[in-house]
């Protein structure tokens, strides 16, 4: 069964701790991306990465970090430098092969700091 | 960078009732389109897209969209809406190759439908 796994579906940390997200795709998809859902704010850009070993900062990077080690993954870590981070982090993928793509998101992780 | 402007937050409409969602982009440069929906507890899912060709692009449920470049407009529109259409829907758009791709979304409109 294709498609984005985000695990786990709630999370809950403490003030100051850093957390990682899971985003796991078996899609074969070259692309990947993190967004942050806020009510009423939309999704906004966190982090994307077009291959292995490269990721780039989105528009809200500020707090966060990420990696590329594998195709299919790309896991989110929120540090404790992140001012606000209860959200709605929603990891998406797509095949990377010109504009025309239509990306695929996961169920989401909702976070909340404590 | 290009924005995206939604111009309804909240929408509420009983079932039959015809819809449309504004959704306006600020980029001046060939674009693509997209609206997606996030129904209650599921994941976020493409209705439809443009990217070239006729502006009136139909998708999944029977909701279409029609992109009108002088307007920079996409809006979304449906005939008869159904409680099942109750959800939030997103307006995005491409931003090139310049961002790897990545979507730049409208802030959201929650369609509520009332039996």
């Known amino acids: 069964d294709g498609g984005i796994t985000q695990s786990p579906k709630y999370l809950f940390r403490k003030e100051g701790q850093n957390v990682t997200l899971s985003c796991e795709q078996n899609?074969?998809?070259?692309?990947m991306y993190w967004y942050r859902q806020d009510p009423g704010q939309g999704l906004r850009l966190i982090y994307y990465?077009?291959?292995?070993?490269?990721?780039q900062k989105g528009d809200i990077a500020e707090g966060y970090s990420v990696s590329r080690e594998k195709k299919e993954s790309f896991p989110l870590t929120v540090t404790s430098a992140q001012k606000n981070p209860t959200a709605f982090y929603l990891c998406?993928?797509?095949?990377?092969?010109?504009?025309?793509?239509?990306?695929?998101f996961g169920p989401g992780t909702r976070l909340t700091v404590l | 960078a290009q924005s995206v402007s939604q111009h309804n937050h909240h929408v509420i409409l009983s079932e039959a009732a015809s819809l449309e969602l504004g959704c306006n982009y600020s980029?001046?440069?060939?674009?693509?389109l997209f609206w997606y929906v996030q129904y209650p507890g599921q994941h976020l899912q493409l209705l439809l897209k443009?990217?070239?060709?006729?502006?009136l692009v139909k998708g999944i449920k029977g909701f279409e969209a029609e992109f009108i470049k002088s307007k920079f407009s996409f809006n979304l529109r449906k005939p008869s809406v159904q409680w099942s259409d109750t959800a939030e829907y997103f307006c995005?758009?491409?931003?090139?190759?310049?961002?790897?791709?990545?979507?730049?979304f409208g802030k959201g409109t929650s369609l509520l439908v009332t039996p």
């Open positions: 998406a993928s797509d095949p990377s092969r010109g504009s025309h793509n239509e990306q695929f």
């Open positions: 899609l074969n998809h070259d692309a």
């Open positions: 990465s077009q291959i292995v070993n490269d990721f």
């Open positions: 980029y001046g440069g060939t674009v693509n």
């Open positions: 443009y990217f070239s060709g006729d502006p």
């Open positions: 995005a758009v491409n931003e090139g190759r310049n961002s790897g791709y990545a979507l730049n």
